[in-house]
């Protein structure tokens, strides 16, 4: 194989903006370097690279250009970016950064912008924006139940619903909750924590508590959304891949007037007993085609967490289907 050495000269970035570019002690540059394999050293608004093939190369060139266009419309580049960046590249797929950046989904409490990360979310978000019922599909870290909360929250803000309702199923309790100790609240928020950290950072802990005193905003466990009908709401269905067929069907069919509804899961994850077939792979099945209705499929490209969780995951998946 024939390795090339050739200077990339990065031109037009302020001193500020390289060494975002760069990152922090040049911790971009080494994310990669281990990512595609190659030797390089910044200098002077130079990137030198060595030990890298033709094929290689043009990667490396797409990463860094679209590195560079994110960076000068203000882009703070995480690792995630980076690695991001990257895996796009070796598709041929470019990355409007721009787009994400300009499409905000919500504030948090410190008024922090929640923007999508990556193609697969700006796409969750859209179809939350434009759908009756929109469906999540895809693995941990995607930030499913997060886009999903903030969203609520910002319509909640705007006054395009008058409340919020989470819910999940709480499988391992077998939806039967009375054997544990304590009142209602006690015994389901151990299976509802994850909704209640995206509230406390969007709108504060103690903001939390008064709205859920208020009725505004409800978090339940999915056995008690039975012979409701919710309008005027925003209803987020978490880890719906632990639902039965029954009890999809019963959730779905809550839907109100000027509501909408969020269904987030990870099929990988089913944590039902026995041969029971997940209600999450049913709907997706059934429900394919109904207009106001939209499937997103989020994918390991799509995970925002440590870079490792992304590697775990695809190495998971290599394994599942190797058996």
Known sequence: MTYLTEQIRIQDLSEQQ?????????????IIQETLQVQL???????YVSQCDADTMEILKRTVNTLVKAVKIGRNISEQDVIYACRQSEKKED???????SHLIGRTAHGKPICPKTKGQLAFARAM????ITFAIGPAGTGKTYLAV???VTALRKGD???IVLTRPAVEAGENLGFLPGDLKEKVDPYLTPLYDALHDLLGAEKVEVLMEKGTIEVAPLAYMRGRTLDDAFVILDEAQNTTASQMKMFLTRLGFHSRMIVTGDVTQIDLAGNIRSGLIQ?????????EI???????????????VQKIIERYAAETKGE
């Open 18 to 30: 390289q060494m975002v570019l760069t990152g922090i002690n040049e911790r971009n540059l080494d």
């Open 41 to 47: 050293s910044w200098r002077d608004g130079t990137l």
């Open 95 to 101: 990355i409007d950064y721009e787009e994400m950046s």
């Open 129 to 132: 924006e434009r759908s009756s």
């Open 150 to 152: 903030a969203s609520a």
């Open 161 to 163: 619903v008058r409340r």
């Open 283 to 291: 709907a997706e099945h059934i429900l394919q085609g109904i207009d």
């Open 294 to 308: 939209e499937i997103i499929h989020l994918s390991s490209d799509d995970v925002v967490r440590h870079p490792l």
